[in-house]
Structure formats: C-alpha cells, structure tokens
Nanobody
Framework: EVQLVESGGGLVQPGGSLRLSCAAS????????MSWVRQAPGKGLEWVSG????????DYANSVKGRFTISRDNTKNTMYLQMNSLKPEDTARYYC?????????WGSGTLVTVSS
C-alpha cells in the first residue's frame, strides 16, 4: 500500500523558515518523481515544486522560486521542502504527491501557518 506521510509544518513568523518532510512507503521510492502541492484556506490546489526520481532535476512555481528548495534522500525514502523567507501568503496545507501507473497518491498534508 502506497503511503505518504508529511511532517514539519507549524506556526512561523514572516521571514522564518521551516523544513517539511514526506516519508514514503509501499513503493520503490527511487523510481518515481515526487512533488509538493499546497492549498491555502479557501483556495484551490497549487503545485509548488517537483523533483525527478533521482533528484537531478527540480522545478518550482514562480511564487516560491528562490525561497524554497526541494530535495530527496532515496536511501531514506524521504522527500523534503526547505522553505525560507516565508510569507503570510505561504500559509497553506502542504501535500506530497506521486503518480504511479497514472494513479495519483497523496499524503494527508501538513499545515503551515505564517503569521506574526
């Protein structure tokens, strides 16, 4: 059974940093690209960042480019999102996602609140 479990969210002041983790199980993690997607309160889903299976290629939404860094450790079956210079508009539930044989799998998310 594919499982994705996010952690690391919380309350942080504007300008602060957080590191999110996504622990994966139930599939060969190193074979699949991964992504982070967020949903702000009352808004739709927004793709944030993606990383290829080996980690050699990454991509970011313009809204987070230069502030967020995606990475993965295939020896630990874990993906990360380092978030720096956080802004109130980054407040959202952050989900990790993968697609296996045309099926999308999501974690339950971790809540990030940026507020003073």
């Amino acid at each position: 059974e594919v499982q994705l479990v996010e952690s690391g969210g919380g309350l942080v002041q504007p300008g602060g940093s957080l590191r999110l983790s996504c622990a994966a199980s139930g599939f060969i993690f190193s074979n699949y690209g991964m992504s982070w997607v967020r949903q702000a309160p009352g808004k739709g889903l927004e793709w944030v960042s993606g990383i290829t299976s080996g980690g050699s290629s990454t991509d970011y939404a313009n809204s987070v480019k230069g502030r967020f860094t995606i990475s993965r450790d295939n020896t630990k079956n874990t993906m990360y999102l380092q978030m720096n210079s956080l802004k109130p508009e980054d407040t959202a539930r952050y989900y990790c996602k993968t697609v296996i044989v045309n099926l999308a799998y999501w974690g339950s998310g971790t809540l990030v609140t940026v507020s003073s």
